[in-house]
């Protein structure tokens, strides 16, 4: 189920970029030659899933200092047996990471991300197929620190703690979401992923 709800989710994903576009185009070939593609015994490649999470006035985000890399990321991490959609596997990691209760997460990916990950096997040439979500939090969101992550703080969106291009590209992508379906017109495209944070 979760992989055929990740192939579905990119094939019909419509990407802002046209690196973007060759990602979700190498993301769907790797599923499709990959049955186990979803999970973290696909070496050296697999999916995983993350979620970026703005302040309810979109003028922050929250990040996690990650205990093993030891930079500041969006939360995320590998999907799970449980996970039934490639948006709850990331709702799932952002309330697990995060503390946040209550998070809701728009269904449509942001961004993608291949990046290498020495620390995710024992040699080293794993990498990461990330595929990026939003969610806002609400007013009085409480966040806490898991035992993944060394902290976990807000950030201003024009000033983050370590702006490499994949996370400042991310941010810019996720504001542009927030703002298009704020509109008058526009609609939201945010909904509830079939698995509630925790």
């Given at each position: ?29 790797h ?52 996970d ?19 998070l ?62 994949d ?11 927030v ?20």
């Amino acid at each position: 189920m979760l992989h055929a709800d990740a192939r579905a989710t990119l094939a019909s994903w419509a990407a802002p970029t046209r690196e973007q576009a060759a990602l979700r185009e190498r993301y769907v070939a790797h599923l499709d030659a990959h049955p186990d593609g979803m999970t973290r015994a696909c070496v050296p490649d697999h999916l995983t899933a993350s979620t970026l999470v703005l302040s309810h006035d979109h003028t922050r985000v929250l990040l996690t200092l990650h205990a093993k890399a030891r930079r500041w990321f969006q939360f995320g991490g590998h999907c799970e047996p449980a996970d039934a959609t490639l948006a709850g596997a990331a709702l799932r990691e952002a309330g697990e990471e995060s503390g946040l209760v209550g998070l809701v997460i728009d269904p449509v990916p942001v961004q993608l991300s291949e990046h290498a990950v020495p620390f995710c096997g024992p040699g080293g040439d794993v990498h990461h197929l990330d595929v990026r979500f939003l969610s806002v939090a609400g007013a009085d969101a409480v966040h806490a620190v898991s035992e993944e992550s060394l902290d976990v703080a807000w950030w201003p969106v024009e000033t983050l703690p370590d702006p490499e291009p994949d996370l400042v590209e991310l941010v810019a992508l996720a504001l542009g979401r927030v703002q298009s379906t704020s509109e008058p017109g526009g609609g939201s495209s945010r909904a509830a992923a079939d698995q509630p944070s925790r």
